[in-house]
């Protein structure tokens, strides 16, 4: 949000959003240069998801959920990098895409009409990617977003009760904990910008929601990988790597001849 003190690499600025971090002080080619590299904790979180859920063979959906995790975090890369308009819809239109990804995986198990909704939510969502790109929506695309966020929340709640692992639930709760701290750290950083910005250190609060969010993502996708392997039949449990990373080890029943 200052005065550049190296010389921009992308040109003038034309991003409707800027947070509280100097532009340029690290390099020509990173505008933002904390909240560009906190995305990439969110890329690894959601490559090790990636990988585990196609190695367990776990239903595309689930893979999908981890690839939009990474497409995510690498648009907010190229944006913060930046601080170009376009670039800013690259980290914008695929927030709301994974969100209907998500309402698809949390509703699609008890909807009995199979191919209508996963048509609907594809046709939504090219037509808001369509429409923001052509109108630019400020404060209505956070409107819709937390909207649409809401609406996942009765079904994880839903999931929570029905799921009696203590360990699903502790991650569940990882969940609920993640996205209210960095939720924390989002306003903290939107409402005292002016006055952080006079202190020796700039806590970088939006750097922090980034970092959050990834593990807040990685919690959600591990939860319910859990909860569609309980509806499976395939003998879920919570193991951690590295010592305390959970993730979701399934044993499928033998196949009948």
Known sequence: MDESVVASFWGPVTSTTELCEANYTHSSYIAEFYNTISN????LLALIGLINAVRQGFE???SALHLFNMIL???S???????????????????????????????SPDWHYRSTMPTFLVLY???FGALHFFFRFGFMFKLHYIGLSLLCLPRMYKYYIQTKDHAAKRIAKLYVATILLASVFWVVDRAFCKKMNGWYINPQGHAWW???MGFNSYFANTFLMFCRAQQLGWDPRIERMFG???YV???????KD
């Open 40 to 43: 990439v904790p969110c890329i």
């Open 60 to 62: 595309k959906r689930f």
């Open 73 to 75: 975090a690498i648009g």
């Open 77 to 107: 890369m190229l944006f913060h990098a930046t601080l170009q308009l376009v670039l800013q819809q690259s980290d914008e239109t695929p927030m709301v895409w994974e969100i209907l990804l998500y309402v698809y995986v949390l509703y």
């Open 125 to 127: 969502g090219a037509s």
């Open 210 to 212: 980034h970092v959050l």
């Open 244 to 246: 305390f990373l959970p």
């Open 249 to 255: 080890k399934i044993r499928k029943p033998d196949k």
